[in-house]
């Protein structure tokens, strides 16, 4: 038996009808969907195989897909199917541990400055960091040119706790989540980068103008959206409302999945670097932003989430869906009334190991990197 479908999307649609409105008003609130509504079947499809960490998915305006592996590598598929690396210069790459080749996002002005960024670990064999680095694709689209970082110093030690995701807004402004390099005093310092989300010019790499700390003498300062993470590993925009939604990992426990509204998201391991405090601290910090769900114990190391959108998801429209790596499945979960977050149900149970990338592509299908380190793929899940 097919699922019902749903015929109308309230994100989308306005009734017209005062008691109509109140209807879908409190479906969607019950985040829900439409009374009648069910779960989409699912097909899951390998579109690319033979990769290794496979790190970031995005599309190209065009319906190019593009990816990072950790080692190194951009990738494309093409919209008929033929999957070749673009030619890079890689020099100078630090890839150690959780650190490498990185997040990847395409400039929303990329059918007229063929831009795209990466997020890196660098070294120069005695200093290294993290910085966000501009690339410009040449005519054919078989190699993207290098160009000035536009952010360097983004703390990075052993390679452990590198963040990187990277994600624009619908005003163009570009989203960092970084990691805090396992350096206790990071996450609370104002003068750091590390255990941090940015937001950022993409041209220029200034702080935002609307960012809290924009009267800063310190330009690392005027670039902090938030503050208090431990290693951001998921970004996403939720197409209802726009709000910024993140994922990011915890110690021993308590993952984290937060609404992004600025502000201390607690985390505050000192002195030294002591896991045993919690991710969310509020006896030290009373105002700090509580999370929207937390896995408690045992820990599923969340890596990058996207929403659902679509009436093709039929019940799951408007759903978040989280990547993980331990936890080796999709989260689904529904956002409630009161802001919550809660898990609707497991996807993909082991199917297909370790999953770090999720992304909505352009034609409504879901699409999926593994991160197992040899014969890692991209898998398109297409509802019915």
């Not at 590993?233 to 939720?238: D, E």
Request: hydrophobic share 35%.
């Amino acid at each position: 038996m097919r699922p019902t479908p749903c015929r109308l999307t309230p994100a989308r649609r306005r009734p017209r009808r005062r008691a109509l409105a109140l209807a879908v008003t409190a479906a969607l609130v019950a985040g829900a969907g439409l009374a009648g509504c069910e779960p989409p079947a699912l097909a899951a499809q390998t579109v690319v195989s033979g990769r290794s960490h496979v790190w970031e998915i995005a599309f190209t305006p065009a319906g190019t897909m593009l990816w990072t592996e950790r080692g190194g590598r951009i990738m494309k598929r093409t919209t008929g199917g033929a999957v070749t690396q673009v030619s890079a210069d890689m020099s100078g790459l630090f890839v150690s541990g959780e650190t490498g080749l990185m997040g990847l996002a395409v400039d929303p002005e990329f059918a007229s400055n063929r831009r795209i960024y990466t997020c890196q670990g660098w070294t120069d064999g005695t200093a290294r960091d993290v910085r966000i680095i501009p690339w410009v694709f040449n005519g054919p689209g078989t190699a993207v040119a290098r160009q000035a970082p536009i952010v360097t110093g983004i703390p990075a030690t052993s390679g452990r706790h590198g963040g990187c995701r990277l994600q624009f807004d619908q005003y163009r402004r570009l989203y960092v989540g970084t990691g805090d390099a396992v350096v206790g005093t990071n996450p609370q310092s104002l003068a750091s980068m590390g255990g941090k989300i940015l937001r950022v010019d993409p041209d220029t790499g200034a702080g935002s103008p609307r960012n809290p700390f924009r009267t800063s003498a310190n330009v690392a300062t005027r670039r902090i959206y938030s503050y208090g993470h431990r290693n951001v590993q998921g970004l996403a925009f939720r197409p209802r409302d726009g709000l910024l939604w993140s994922a990011e990992h915890g110690p021993d426990r308590d993952d984290e999945v937060n609404r992004g509204t600025g502000g201390n998201f607690g985390w505050n391991p000192v002195p030294g670097y002591n896991e045993a405090v919690p991710m969310t601290d509020t006896a030290e910090f009373p105002d700090a932003v509580r999370a929207r769900w937390s896995s408690g114990s045992p820990t599923v190391a969340p890596a990058g989430i996207a929403w659902l959108d679509g009436e093709r998801w039929a019940a799951w429209n408007d759903h978040l869906v989280v990547a993980t790596l331990k936890g080796q499945s999709l989260l689904l979960m529904r956002a409630e009334s009161n802001g919550q977050l809660t898990l609707v149900r497991r996807l993909y149970q082991g199917t297909f190991g370790r999953i770090r990338a999720v992304r909505l592509g352009p034609d409504g299908n879901l699409y999926i990197g593994t991160s197992n380190g040899s014969g890692d793929r991209i898998v398109r899940i297409t509802p019915s």
